[in-house]
Structures are given as structure tokens and as C-alpha cells.
């Protein structure tokens, strides 16, 4: 998601850098390249323009031109313009006490609607709640058996009426179920269609008109662009949404439904779907979103997925020591299996400033390097653990005799994690401006490939490795 877009707002803001002052005509020139980037995500074109024509004021209106670094100055404004365009959003469920909170969700098939209610039944398990899925989608065949697969697989009670045709009335009783056997979250999975017909959304309507769910949420497939923004205006004319739900996130989208779907319909983005796992739910924040796009990473998104890992104590440390810089191997290791539950190692990359757009693809990380890292360092001593620093050319030859791999392999784990941990102490604490030009320093780094140990994939670091263990048995055979 958003990749081509990071990567054509990052060509446009480098040829702004190193004019020293740059004139209107320079801004009118960088805004047009701006509001093509947004119509190639398949962003509304009347969204692309008004976005362009705000930026481009607020960068004349201010002192842009004047200023020593006026492309630091148009990425804080194109930032702000993102945040505004996809917020406010508040992700946060409105529980209601002395009853069951009714949430709805509505949807075409194919969007992950089904699933989306698992999803979101295990979001809110999470915040100690008691949720009962109703599954009253009484047209997909199958898709009763699907939800109930579902709940078991997360522990959550499906309330089911068989045989029934009137969802109405199995909502109804879901929610009366709910009230009986303690349940404080309901969740209506509702009908979909493969198109909007006018008899799907006279029975959502009539349910939500019933059943005054607290939120009705809407489910739409990002894979989907315009077409997604289309039909939740459709939506929204019938049911009154409180937000929506935009699935396939992590896919190969071009993002342009995230971007249209507030501006268009005055609806808020609540959550989007990151992948296939039941975990993988994420509240939707502008801002991170719009910092992701820009380059600058996602570090709080990073955070919370490492603090999912832990209980509260070993959150609270992680987070301190990533603020100091204390992090050391041992820390690294630790959280090296931690870490395959966290995503892929491109997804974190991407969060991390300077890692966006396709530098992190560029390296074609495999996800098996986490073992290959994991021999390396249990190769370690504790002392070398804790102070990387001291590993020199002996003790570098050693480490990779130990864990079967190249002393090169050995020094960029150590140069990696260097950079990162350094990463997550300068971004702490840092302004808006500060964090800009960082991300543009960990940028031209990434650009420049400094992950060595990650560009393994059946190259020339695995023919190493087959070297190193030649040359050992040639020793061998010597003695």
C-alpha cells in the first residue's frame, strides 16, 4: 500500500532540495507532479485537485520561498493537508453501559465482511469485553458455517438460527440472547450482494431500523479504489455510517480509497484489515498514515505491535530502552521470535524512517533471515551482546565460524542494528521538522544499501557461506 506514491512524493520533494530559494513557479511545477502521483493511486480526481490547489496556497501564502529549507516546509503542509484529508478519526468504540453494545456491519461479498466481524470481535476481546457474533447473513450459503468456524478459532460465541430467512428477526434475537447469557458486544454480520440491489439495502436498513445498532459500520475492499468510495456514498444515503472498514490494506493497492473515502462521503476511515490473521486489525490514525506516505515511518504502529508481545512490564522496559538507546543484542534476540508474530520483516522496514516506498522491497528481504540473525548472535558472547562495539576481526571470524556464516554477514547485523536502535532513539522526542530531515538522511542510507546482511536472497552471501564451510573442511583435512 502506498509505495508508488511514497516513491513519487519522494522524487518530487528531492528536486525541491538544494535550490536554496525556490519561487512559485517551483511550487506550481512540484504540485502538478503532486496531483499526478494522487490520480496514479486512483485518488478522485476532484479530491487530487483540491488537495493541490491547498497545499500550493498555504506554500505561497507562507514564507515557503524565503526559507533556507523550503522543501522541509512543503512536506510539514502536504502532511497536514494528508492528516485533514483522511481526519479526524477517533478509532475508539463508543461502549454503552447497562447493555449490549450493537455494532453493525454491512457490505457487498467479496470485502471480507465475515471475517471483518471475527476481526473485530478479537479487537475487542482485547479490551476485555465479552462480544457475541450473530450471523445473519441468511443469503451466502455457508456463511453461518464460516462464522462459526470463526468464533471458535477465537473464542467467541456465534449465536445462529438455522433454517431461518428473516436476519431481521435473528438480529433481534441475537441481541436478546446477548442480554440473557451476559454479553456486552454484539456483532451483526449482515447480507451482502456482488452488486447494491435494492433488496439488500431494504434489509440492512430495516435491520439497523429495528435493532438501533450503537455504530454501523461499513466493510469495503481497498482493492477495490473508486469503485469502494461509490459504494459507500450508496450506503451512507440508507443507513446513516459511523465509519467504515477498509479491507486488503496490505495489499497490492494503490491506496487511492483511503485517501477519496472521508473527503467524498464525510465518513471516517475506523479500521483498516492488514492481512489475513484474525490479529490483524489495526485502528486507522491519519497521521501515522500520512508520516508512512511521506517517508517517515510508523514508529508508534511498531511500538504497539512489539507491545502486543508483552505484558505490561516488558512494554514499559522496551519502550524506555528504545527512547535511551539501551537496546543491546541480548534484547534483539529476545524478540527475534517475538518478531515473525509482529509481520514480515518488509512490513516492519516500512515503518521504520527512511524505509518506505521501495526501499525496504529493494532489499528483497527474506523472512528466514531472522534465523540466519538468530545464529549469528547466539554465536555471541554475553559481553559482545551487550557491547557490540567491541567486536573486532578475530572475534568477527569466530562469530561467523559459529553460526556457518560470512564475518561480512557478521559486521552488517552489527552496522543493522546500530542503525536501527540509533533510528529509535533520534526519532523520540523529535519535532515535526527534525523528524523530516531524519527521514530524509535514513532515506539516502537506505538508498545507498545499508543492510548488507538482508541481500541474501540465494546470492552471493549464501555462496559464502558454502566457501567458508569448503575452506573449513580443507582445514580439517590439513591437520
Known amino acids: 500500500m502506498f509505495d508508488s506514491l511514497t516513491e513519487r512524493f519522494g522524487k518530487v520533494f528531492r528536486g525541491l532540495r538544494g535550490r536554496g530559494k525556490i519561487s512559485e513557479e517551483n511550487v506550481a511545477e512540484a504540485m502538478r507532479e503532486v496531483r499526478t502521483a494522487l490520480l496514479e493511486a486512483d485518488v478522485n480526481l476532484q479530491v487530487a485537485k483540491e488537495f493541490c490547489d491547498d497545499v500550493q496556497a498555504q506554500a505561497i501564502g507562507a514564507d515557503v520561498i524565503h526559507t533556507l529549507k523550503p522543501e522541509q516546509v512543503i512536506v510539514k503542509i502536504v502532511h497536514d493537508e494528508l492528516v485533514q484529508l483522511m481526519g479526524p478519526v477517533d478509532p475508539r468504540i463508543p461502549y454503552i453501559a447497562g447493555g449490549p453494545t450493537v455494532l453493525m456491519l454491512a457490505g457487498l461479498q467479496g470485502s471480507g465482511k465475515t471475517t471483518t466481524c471475527a476481526k473485530l470481535a478479537k479487537h475487542v476481546m482485547a479490551k476485555a469485553k465479552r462480544p457475541l457474533l450473530v450471523a445473519a447473513d441468511l443469503k451466502r450459503p455457508a456463511a453461518i458455517d464460516q462464522l462459526e468456524v470463526l468464533g471458535e ?69 481497498a482493492m477495490t479504489g473508486q469503485d469502494a468510495v461509490a459504494t459507500a456514498k450508496v450506503f451512507n444515503e440508507r443507513l446513516e455510517l459511523d465509519g467504515c472498514i477498509l479491507t486488503k490494506l496490505d495489499s497490492d493497492t494503490r491506496g487511492g480509497a483511503a485517501l477519496s473515502l472521508k473527503k467524498v462521503t464525510g465518513k471516517p476511515i475506523k479500521f483498516v484489515g492488514m492481512g489475513e490473521k484474525l490479529e490483524a486489525l489495526e485502528p486507522f490514525h491519519p497521521e501515522r498514515v500520512a508520516g508512512s506516505i511521506l517517508g ?17 512490564d516488558e512494554a514499559d522496559k522496551l519502550q524506555r530502552k528504545m527512547a535511551k538507546g539501551d537496546l543491546t543484542l541480548d534484547d534483539f534476540l529476545a524478540q527475534m521470535k517475538k518478531v515473525r508474530q509482529m509481520g514480515s520483516m518488509k512490513d516492519i522496514l516500512k515503518k521504520l524512517p527512511g524505509f518506505g516506498g521501495g526501499a525496504a522491497t529493494d532489499m528483497n528481504i527474506e523472512d528466514g533471515e531472522i534465523d540466519r540473525m538468530e545464529a549469528i548472535v547466539l554465536s555471541m558472547t554475553k559481553k559482545e551482546r551487550d557491547n557490540p562495539s567491541i567486536i573486532d576481526t578475530s572475534r568477527r571470524r569466530r562469530i561467523a565460524r559459529g553460526s556457518g556464516a560470512d564475518p561480512q554477514d557478521v559486521s552488517g547485523l552489527v552496522k543493522v542494528f546500530g542503525q536501527m536502535r540509533d533510528a529509535m532513539k533520534a526519532m523520540s522526542g523529535m519535532s515535526m521538522m527534525q523528524r523530516m530531515k531524519f527521514s530524509s538522511q535514513m532515506s539516502q542510507m537506505a538508498s545507498q544499501g545499508v543492510m548488507p546482511t538482508l541481500k541474501t536472497k540465494g546470492g552471493a552471501a549464501t555462496r559464502r557461506r558454502v566457501h567458508t564451510k569448503d575452506k573449513r573442511k580443507a582445514r580439517k583435512r590439513k591437520r
Open 153 to 221: 478459532q477465537i473464542g467467541a460465541q456465534v449465536y445462529t438460527e438455522r433454517g431461518h430467512v428473516n436476519a431481521v428477526k435473528v438480529c433481534r434475537n441475537g441481541i436478546s440472547a446477548a442480554r440473557k447469557t451476559d454479553r456486552d458486544v454484539v456483532i451483526l454480520d449482515t447480507a451482502g450482494r456482488l452488486a447494491i440491489d435494492e433488496e439488500m439495502m431494504a434489509e440492512v436498513a430495516k435491520i439497523a431500523g429495528v435493532c438501533t445498532p450503537n455504530q454501523i459500520y461499513l466493510v469495503l475492499d
Open 296 to 312: 517517515m515511518g510508523d514508529m508508534l504502529t511498531l511500538v504497539e505491535k512489539a507491545q502486543e508481545q508483552y505484558d505490561a
